[in-house]
C-alpha cells in the first residue's frame, strides 16, 4: 500500500512569516510530486510540482524533493490571511494515479 | 480556457435512488479520475480512465458504484441504490499526457447527500 503522510496540523504561523509543510512517502520509486490547496468547501487546485531532487520557487512557493529521505517539503514566504486551507501533498502511484496525503491545515492568523 | 465541468454541483435524494454525476474533462486531456472525499477518508480515487479506456477502478467501493467514459468529453460515475454511507463530495479531475504522474486539475465537485 503506497503511503503519503502529512501532519494534520492546524499548523498556526503569524502574517509575514514563514510556513513550512511536510510530506513524507513511502514508495521510492515515486517520480511525480505536487502540492494543492483546498479552501474549505472547494475543490483542490494544484500550486507546485516538482520532479527532480532539491528546489523549486514559484513566487511566494518553494517546494523541495529529497528523495533520498523521501520526503517533499512547501515553503511559503511572506504568508497572508488568504493562504489559510489545507495543502495536500500527492505522490504519483504507479502510471497516472496520484495517491494524496489527508493534508495539512494551514492558519496565518493576521 | 474551461476548466473540469461537474454537474450537478449538489444532489440531495433519498435512499435507494439512482444517483448519476456527470464530468466534463478539459479539452485535449486523455486521463479522467473519480475521486470521492470525505473528512474520514480524505481524498480517495475511484477509478480513472485513460484515452476513455477504464485502467485502475480498484477503488470503486463495491457493485453499486459504475463509471463511463462514452467519449474524450464525457464521463459518468452512478450509483444505484445509494446509500446514506454515499454521502460526500465527488469530484473529477483530468491531465494530459503518458509520463508518470501528470498534474490533474479537479472540477468544482459535486456534494452528495443521501437521505
Known amino acids: 500500500q503506497k503511503e503519503v503522510e502529512q501532519n494534520s496540523g492546524p499548523l498556526s504561523v503569524p502574517e509575514g512569516a514563514i510556513a513550512s509543510l511536510n510530506c513524507t512517502y513511502s514508495?521510492?520509486?515515486?517520480?511525480?510530486f505536487f502540492w494543492y490547496r483546498q479552501y474549505s468547501g472547494k475543490s483542490p487546485e494544484l500550486i507546485m510540482f516538482?520532479?527532480?531532487?532539491g528546489d523549486k520557487e514559484d513566487g511566494r512557493f518553494t517546494a523541495q524533493l529529497n528523495k533520498a529521505s523521501q520526503y517533499v517539503s512547501l515553503l511559503i514566504r511572506d504568508s497572508q490571511p488568504s493562504d489559510s486551507a489545507t495543502y495536500l501533498c500527492a505522490v504519483n502511484g504507479g502510471f497516472q494515479k496520484l495517491v494524496f496525503g489527508t493534508g495539512t491545515r494551514l492558519l496565518v492568523s493576521p | 480556457d474551461a476548466g473540469v465541468i461537474q454537474s450537478p454541483r449538489h444532489e440531495v435524494t433519498e435512499m435507494g435512488q439512482e444517483v448519476t454525476l456527470r464530468c466534463k474533462p478539459i479539452?485535449?486531456?486523455?486521463?479522467l479520475f473519480w475521486y470521492r472525499q470525505t473528512m474520514m477518508r480524505g481524498l480517495e480515487l475511484l477509478i480513472y480512465?485513460?484515452?476513455?479506456?477504464?485502467?485502475?477502478d480498484s477503488g470503486m467501493p463495491e457493485d453499486r458504484f459504475s463509471a463511463k467514459m462514452p467519449n474524450a468529453s464525457f464521463s459518468t460515475l452512478k450509483i444505484q441504490p445509494s446509500e446514506p454511507r454515499d454521502s460526500a463530495v465527488y469530484f473529477c479531475?483530468?491531465?494530459?499526457?503518458?509520463?508518470?504522474?501528470?498534474?490533474?486539475?479537479f472540477g468544482d465537485g459535486t456534494r452528495l447527500s443521501i437521505l
Open positions: 516538482i520532479y527532480s531532487n
Open positions: 480512465f485513460n484515452n476513455n479506456v477504464p485502467i485502475d
Open positions: 514508495d521510492r520509486g515515486s517520480q511525480s
Open positions: 479539452s485535449g486531456h486523455n486521463s
Open positions: 479531475a483530468s491531465s494530459q499526457g503518458q509520463g508518470a504522474g501528470q498534474p490533474q486539475h
